[in-house]
């Protein structure tokens, strides 16, 4: 089987380029996808490989990205919209709240919108207003839309391919900060061998506490995770990469057993994803806990400036405040 190094944006360029070769009816579209192959260079070559009529330069709107796009999926296309930074998602957000989101439930389920809108997030890349933004509670919060996020250059592979030859509309987010670290990519195996698009995983086994993390966190808490355990303890962390659908049945056979449980991710902490994550696990394992559910995320301020960045993202030593503070009840 063959298994190559690669870094997670060529991961994500190289798993682009066979879905559209195994599918025809698969184009890409966005701001300088096409002949500058993105700003990240994720969809590079694609366009010289396809042609400009699979790999669609736009016009600088994305509303008219996701209205084109869900035109597209109704005729039985399967587009890829790519959003070129995270801040610029919200003008199409109500084509994405309102069209793509209800377009299988308006329909009696007669219609489906197979498109997957690709969305670079998060912050650590020094970038300026608008460009370091983690909106996924807005779309995890929203019925008829999937939202999934890969943190390796494995999964990113795997579950593009996968979100896009799913009949359901995908917010795929990717964090743009990992881009450019890199791992192991098996290339050769067929997608049906591939992990489950919409299950979480165990990034590294523990006994201690539990740590749950997603995107660009997952590093972060694995780094935690390897400090930890040079002063004895053991951190168990788990990979959410769904986060709707949410799969925590590996969340809650953790903390059955590590009695012990912390949430990490980037965006702000009001209402973000870890409420939602700490108040299943409370619900699902409250007699297993040894301590409340504790979160680690970024503040609840409109994302700063570059320069001081680094003091409002979640880092290892927040992670390692949180898991010290587990053992204090």
């Not at 040894?290 to 970024?298: A, D, K, M, N, Y």
């Amino acid at each position: 089987m063959a298994t190559e190094t690669l870094t997670l944006g060529k991961a994500l360029n190289t798993g682009l380029r066979k879905a559209m070769e195994n599918d025809p009816k698969v184009v890409i579209m966005g701001e300088d996808v096409g002949k500058l192959g993105g700003v990240f260079r994720i969809t590079d070559g694609l366009q010289k490989d396809f042609g400009d009529q699979r790999v669609i330069d736009t016009p600088l709107a994305e509303s008219g990205i996701i209205g084109t796009a869900v035109g597209l999926a109704i005729r039985g296309f399967r587009p890829v919209c790519e959003i070129q930074f995270d801040g610029f998602v919200y003008p199409a957000y109500d084509q994405i709240v309102s069209q793509v989101a209800k377009m299988h439930y308006r329909s009696q389920g007669k219609v489906r919108i197979p498109m997957v809108i690709r969305i670079p997030y998060g912050g650590g890349i020094g970038a300026v207003e608008h460009h370091s933004e983690s909106p996924e509670a807005y779309f995890a919060h929203t019925a008829g839309l999937k939202v999934v996020t890969c943190a390796n250059p494995q999964d990113a592979y795997s579950m593009i391919q996968q979100a896009i030859a799913s009949d359901d509309p995908i917010v795929f987010l990717e964090p743009k900060r990992r881009y450019w670290e890199k791992g192991p990519v098996e290339l050769d195996a067929p997608l049906s061998d591939a992990y489950p698009l919409h299950s979480s995983r165990v990034a590294r086994p523990g006994t201690d506490v539990t740590v749950l993390a997603y995107g660009p966190m997952v590093r972060t808490a694995l780094d935690a995770a390897t400090a930890a355990a040079e002063d004895g303890k053991e951190l168990e962390v788990i990979d959410l990469r769904s986060l709707s659908p949410l799969d925590l049945s590996a969340a809650y056979e953790s903390v059955r057993r590590t009695g012990r449980c912390v949430v990490v991710h980037e965006a702000p902490g009001n209402l973000g994803l870890g409420s939602e994550i700490a108040a299943r696990i409370t619900e699902e394992c409250f007699y297993s806990l040894e301590s409340p559910v504790l979160r680690v995320t970024g503040y609840d301020t409109p994302y700063p400036a570059a320069r001081v960045e680094e003091e409002y993202l979640p880092d290892l030593d927040r992670v390692l405040d949180a898991v010290d503070r587990t053992f204090g009840w």
